[in-house]
């Protein structure tokens, strides 16, 4: 047993539906959460909703959880919140900033954070600023356990290693055509530079996974959350050792939440749909280009056909 407080962590690249399982997994009475806690801007001040509904500045709790933090002389900016783990300092920004590397690369890295005084010092407020805003999130939503949606694998490294939370990852993957389709509609890339982007991802996250013991990972899929939603949450509910709730919170309608990040904090999510948009929107030669690049990777992670 440990006294430190669980972290739900889920680590997915863009576009693998993160914002629907957080708003599924955010019905849970003992899961607080406010989607990605690494998000720094919010939009424009003027319109930004919180997905209460209220306009985030006139949102209640968000309003107590600047009291509690300005309380702790912690400086916070609900439009901006300053929690992604980097520096202005160049030189520790460089050490703090690239891709999980393998062991050698890693071992190099943590030897800076403990030898170079402004890494060290950079990555202590960053963590300790996070720290501040899940204990005050959960202590306003009574919950033991905090969800953060950021999906970084290096955060979540930073998060292991840090030994201040019970961290606890959920992968989330998938069909890698799904989620190039989407950054090639929303980032006017080509299906290649789509696809190169997805598997760098997918390749860091395997790197991460490699430093995390097994009982600390559970990797399910978009496609088996939309299709298989109640059992899926399930086994969240049991990987995380909390009581199953989640079933019966779905057929009684899902309480206020407070997130912010992607449109999707806005949707209704009394009817889940499954988004294979790829199949009718990819070309042919999309199909061919993502076959040659990234078809061997797709298959290694159970997608074929």
Known sequence: MT???????IMSPSYSGSTLLTRLLAAHPDIATVGELKSSEHGNEADYLCSCGALLRE???WSEVVRQLESQNIAFDIYNWETRITSKNLIANRVLRPLV???FLESIRRAAIFC???VKQALSTALGKNEAIINVACGLQDGSTFLDESKDP?????FYNSDIWDLRVISLIRDGRGIVNSDMKHNAKSCTDATNHWKEKIKEMVRFESYLPAENLLQIR???L???TDLTLQKIEEFAGLPTKL????????????ILGNEMRLRDMSQIRLDEKWRTELSESDIEAFEKTGGSLNSEIGYRG
């Open 3 to 9: 006294n430190k407080r669980q972290l739900l962590y």
């Open 59 to 61: 949102c209640k709790f």
């Open 101 to 103: 590397k393998g062991r």
């Open 116 to 118: 170079v005084p402004p």
């Open 154 to 158: 290096l955060r979540a490294l930073y």
């Open 222 to 224: 978009y496609e088996d």
């Open 226 to 228: 939309c299709n298989k």
């Open 247 to 258: 079933a019966e919170a779905r057929q009684t309608g899902a309480p206020i939440q407070h």
